[in-house]
């Protein structure tokens, strides 16, 4: 576990980005951009709480400051979600193999689906349908970019770490 400010310092080594300040941080924590502190420890009345992260959270920082040059921290925060509800293992998200292979299987279902979901709107009349069928469709696309977005630079950015910690 580190503190916020120790997880900026080694997100700053990894990549080129301007990394927000530490207040900024504390902003992306609250809109779910980043994870919560899994601990806290009391310094007294001069030092304030402090709070220690999940040593993954560098990773998260680097991904959100790349990742701002293309989206809203609405949308990174959703990716992140996204992310974690299929990465998550015992609460420290892991992204191997097996992982990537699911991704893909997800990949390949979704766009079944959105092969359906065309396939209907093609087939109907109804305009009230066609749009309630196309909104489907552009959810399910953006959900499965953004969780690939994700991803992808979890992996390059859980390697880099594992380097620069070598």
């Not at 503190?3 to 700053?12: M, N």
């Not at 009230?128 to 552009?138: N, T, Y």
């Not at 696309?141 to 630079?153: G, K, S």
Request: proline letters at 3%.
């Amino acid at each position: 576990m580190l503190t916020l400010s120790e997880a900026r310092e080694k997100a700053a080594e990894l990549i080129d980005e301007k990394i927000p300040s530490t207040l900024s941080l504390h902003n992306w924590k609250a809109k779910g951009v980043i994870s919560e502190p899994v601990d806290y420890e009391n310094k007294g009345a001069a030092g304030g709480r402090v709070g220690f992260y999940p040593n993954y959270v560098i990773i998260e920082i680097a991904i959100a400051a790349v990742l701002k040059e293309k989206l809203t921290l609405k949308r990174i925060a959703k990716a992140r979600s996204l992310f974690m509800d299929m990465a998550a293992e015992e609460g420290q998200p892991q992204f191997d193999r097996e992982k990537a292979e699911n991704l893909f299987k997800d990949l390949k279902q979704n766009f079944d689906l959105e092969q359906k979901l065309f396939e209907q709107m093609k087939a109907t009349d109804d305009p009230e349908k066609k749009s309630e069928l196309a909104r489907r469709m552009v959810d399910i696309a953006d959900q499965q970019l953004l969780l690939n977005f994700y991803a992808e630079n979890w992996q390059d950015f859980e390697h880099r770490l594992k380097e620069a910690e070598e």
